[in-house]
Nanobody, 118 residues
Framework: QVQLVESGGGVVQPGGSLRLTCTASGNIFSFNFVGWYRQALGKERELVARVTYGGSTNYADSVKGRCTISRDIAKKTVYLQMNNLKPEDTAVYYC????????????WGQGTQVAVSS
């Protein structure tokens, strides 16, 4: 089964930026969509942004205007550029997607921690 591996997290001050990277072990086009999710301590995991097979993008209201999801098909990579980060963006960020042969999300990876603090 294809895997998605996250990287790029870190500690950043409020107002700072980070770019998260999601690298697939197989073809990105095997997914109907690939998205970035996050889970803050004590909260449910939520969808932050996603890019569909056709290239359409969607964002959670909480990150609209601050985050951009993009993909590099040749590199089998999906990025999440996050700007003007806020303390409430602190969470573990995960990459996942609807794998077309299964019609559902794949197993969750370890994620990458983002901490926004002064």
């Amino acid at each position: 089964q294809v895997q998605l591996v996250e990287s790029g997290g870190g500690v950043v001050q409020p107002g700072g930026s980070l770019r998260l990277t999601c690298t697939a072990s197989g073809n990105i086009f095997s997914f109907n969509f690939v998205g970035w999710y996050r889970q803050a301590l004590g909260k449910e995991r939520e969808l932050v942004a996603r890019v569909t097979y056709g290239g359409s993008t969607n964002y959670a209201d909480s990150v609209k205007g601050r985050c951009t999801i993009s993909r590099d098909i040749a590199k089998k990579t999906v990025y999440l550029q996050m700007n003007n980060l806020k303390p409430e963006d602190t969470a573990v960020y995960y990459c996942n997607g609807e794998y077309a042969p299964l019609g559902r999300l794949i197993n969750w990876g370890q994620g990458t921690q983002v901490a926004v603090s002064s």
